[in-house]
Structures are given as structure tokens and as C-alpha cells.
């Protein structure tokens, strides 16, 4: 069955230093993958999304994930976080071009 | 671009009341629209998928006479929660997909509905 995990409920990081969200999902076919977050009482934002091509994708608010098929994986990364960056991240794999599966959530906290 | 709006962002009403929320895009049409649910500290639960001038299509084990959800036009879906009870209380998105090319387009959510049922 699809599924996307996120192995972290947290990741703890100080203001500046680079920071990574771990995902990583079945290998069911060939999924699009997404990051989105969420801040308190939100919705999701779309932050990225990998396709096909370069293995790494850049997005807003300058975060980006790399692809790696070997791995069957797709973290997020930024080289330097900001206090703003705070909130929930949400991984997330869309298979046959209509549903989507999103991992469990990971909570972002960057410490000034 | 890519905006999609939920109305209303909270309810708060007694047990036996049915709730409607509206989930519109704003600047697009949106083939799809899609409801979730969220548990405090928890993933999104995918509630139910709906196309616009079809039926809506139901994950296992959400009612779908409980769970009332209309796709009147590309731009606007509605979710009735009908006949609400306290253990529906939580907190609902809705997304909406683009129209257009390919099968690769993000999904853009609404900010949710906090529904809290007394």
C-alpha cells in the first residue's frame, strides 16, 4: 500500500543553522512528491514539489528537498533557519494523479 | 495565484445543529476539490474526494449521510455536517486542484473550519 512517513514528531534547530525534515515513502509506482506547512490554526501551504528531472527542487521561502529514488526518500532541507520557519511539516506523495497521502507531520522548532 | 477560501474559519454551535462549510477557489477552477480532517497533533485524515457535477467519493469509514458534500461549479464545494454531535468536533480543510494539463498539479488548501459542537 502507498504511504509516506515522516520518522520525526520533532525537529529542534538553532536560528542560522541548517535544518532537515526527513520523509520518505513507498515504492509503489512513481508518486509526485510535495511539501507543505502548517502554521497554528492553518491551512496548508504549498512549499515544493518533485516531479521528474534534477533531484533537487527548490521552493518557497527558500527551502528545498532532495529527491532520492535509491533511498525512496525526499527531505526537506534549508540552509539556514529562521525563527519564522516554526510551524508543521507535512510530506506528502500523490499517486494515480489524484490522491494524495501525507506522512504524520513534523514539528519545526528553530530557537533563536 | 491559487487561492482557496473556507468559510466560516470556527463554529461553535449545540449538539443536533447541522454545519455547513464552503471551500471556493478564487482564482482558478478546480476540477477536484478534496475535505479532510485534522486530530489535534495529527495528520490530515482524507474525508472524501469530489469532482464538480459528480458524486462525491467517500474514504472507508466516513458516513456519507453524516458527511453531506455538494460540487455545485468548479469553484465552490460545500461539506454539511449534519446533525452534529460533540465527537465531531475538529478541526476541517478543504483543497482545490487547478484544471489543467498533466496530473502533477499541487493541491491548494483552504485555512481550515474549527467546528467545536457543545
Known amino acids: 500500500a502507498q504511504s509516506v512517513a515522516q520518522p520525526e514528531d520533532q525537529v529542534n534547530v538553532a536560528e542560522g543553522n541548517p535544518l532537515t525534515v526527513k520523509c520518505t515513502y513507498s515504492?509503489?509506482?512513481?508518486?509526485?512528491l510535495f511539501w507543505y506547512v502548517q502554521y497554528p490554526n492553518r491551512g496548508l501551504q504549498f512549499l515544493l514539489k518533485?516531479?521528474?528531472?534534477?533531484?533537487l527542487v527548490k521552493g518557497s521561502y527558500g527551502f528545498e528537498a532532495e529527491f532520492n529514488k535509491s533511498q525512496t526518500s525526499f527531505h526537506l532541507k534549508k540552509p539556514s533557519a529562521l525563527v519564522s520557519d516554526s510551524a508543521l511539516y507535512f510530506c506528502?506523495?500523490?499517486?494515480?494523479?489524484?490522491?494524495?497521502?501525507f506522512g504524520s507531520g513534523t514539528k519545526l522548532n528553530v530557537k533563536p | 495565484g491559487a487561492v482557496v477560501s473556507q468559510h466560516p474559519s470556527w463554529v461553535i454551535c449545540k449538539s443536533g445543529t447541522s454545519v455547513k462549510i464552503e471551500c471556493r477557489s478564487l482564482?482558478?477552477?478546480?476540477?477536484?476539490m478534496f475535505w479532510y480532517r485534522q486530530f489535534p497533533k495529527q495528520s490530515l485524515m482524507l474525508m472524501a474526494t469530489s469532482n464538480e457535477g459528480s458524486k462525491a467519493t467517500y474514504e472507508q469509514g466516513v458516513e456519507k449521510d453524516k458527511f453531506l458534500i455538494n460540487h455545485a461549479s468548479l469553484t465552490l464545494s460545500t461539506l454539511t455536517v449534519t446533525s452534529a454531535h460533540p465527537e465531531d468536533s475538529s478541526f476541517y480543510i478543504c483543497?482545490?486542484?487547478?484544471?489543467?494539463?498533466?496530473?502533477?498539479?499541487?493541491?491548494?488548501f483552504g485555512d481550515g473550519t474549527r467546528l467545536s459542537i457543545l
Open positions: 506528502a506523495a500523490m499517486y494515480n494523479f489524484n490522491k494524495f497521502y
Open positions: 518533485y516531479i521528474t528531472g534534477d533531484n
Open positions: 483543497s482545490a486542484r487547478r484544471r489543467g494539463p498533466g496530473g502533477n498539479q499541487p493541491q491548494h
Open positions: 515504492v509503489s509506482g512513481n508518486p509526485y
Open positions: 482564482d482558478f477552477q478546480a476540477t477536484t
